[in-house]
């Protein structure tokens, strides 16, 4: 049926073949390599992906991918069409670009990349907060709220470390150690998942109640080098940070991060520095100021934020004087 043969051609044509498209992405790699050996940068030679790594595919919407009116997806390749559990829609008016498929602990997710027009984001006004990250409570605001750490997580690792002895103790390359493995992979996940939707939550509930947050700004790595190294980083200080800047981007939210260095020391009231231990819990001053610990931060947090930007951006003094 020579009818047939044309539109199969004509469909070759439009969209490459999955081997295509994984050169493609080789292209990609290869090609990324050769601009960073020209900028004299760490070249870092492209990482050879067994087929055990190989979990994504990326496709371009309209070549290789349709969204269909029903919203499922169709794939070059495949036959028929796939239902999506859509977590959103995507927004109304904007350009779909690229989408990729990939294989996460047992599920499939597609994700797209879409360019949203350029919307003015108007300042908000509003109240400010100071935010103190810490071990023993998650967060605290210089407003007296504190957030605790997630309780659940030392039963999370508890866990893992027992699929991770069982793991270890199965045959190589046999089926059980397979299905442990997929268990392990989805426990992982399962955790990532849920401490990601609580930072959601909070960053969101901070974004909404104020215009401007001030934080530290931690080095996550260095402090993981610590012997606190597993609770900074259960912690999660650096995806709290990116979720609140990211969300106060887009709400018109300021977000300063200052220098963390005495921020735990200095007396919010008098601006006295005195040196605190680990354990000390309680701020107390010669100048009479009794307050958490991790309270007092968050207010010294607050007001270097403040008398950095100045007077001029209309936030207003801190209720305190700050000493220089
Ligand atoms: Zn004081």
Known sequence: MPQQARRRRRRRGRSPGPSRRVLRRLD????????????????????????????????????????????????TGIPGEIKVNWH???????????AIL????????????????????????????????????????????????LPWTKRAAKKQRRLQRALSRCKRNSKRRAKVRRNLARHIA???????????????????????????DLSVDRLARSMFAKAVYNAAWGQIRLFLEYKA????VRVEVVDPRGTSQTCPECG???????????????????????????????????????????????????AA
């Open 28 to 75: 990609k790699a290869f090609s990324a390599f050769f601009r960073r050996l020209k900028a004299k940068g760490k070249a870092g030679f492209p990482r050879f992906r067994a087929k055990s790594l190989f979990d994504s595919a990326e496709f371009r919407v309209g070549d290789g991918v349709t969204i269909r009116k029903s919203k499922r997806l169709g794939i």
């Open 102 to 149: 990939s294989r996460s602990a047992g599920s499939w997710f597609a994700c797209f990349q879409v360019t949203v027009p350029d919307g003015k984001v108007q300042q908000r006004d509003g109240t400010s907060v100071g935010i103190d990250v810490g071990l023993s409570s998650l967060i605290a605001t210089s407003d007296g709220e504190t957030f605790e750490t």
């Open 249 to 252: 981007t887009n709400a018109g």
């Open 88 to 98: 959103r829609d995507l927004p109304a008016g904007v350009k779909v670009g690229a």
């Open 272 to 322: 006295a520095v005195a040196a605190k231990t680990l354990s000390d819990r309680t701020h107390h001053c010669e100048c009479g100021c009794v307050l958490d610990r991790n309270l007092a931060a968050a207010k010294v947090i607050l007001q270097k934020a403040v008398s950095r930007m100045g007077p001029e951006h209309g936030l207003g003094a801190p209720s305190v004087p700050v």
């Open 190 to 216: 399962a955790t990532a998942n849920r401490r990601r939707d609580i930072l959601h939550k909070l960053s969101r509930s901070l974004v909404d109640r104020y215009a401007f947050i001030a934080l530290e």
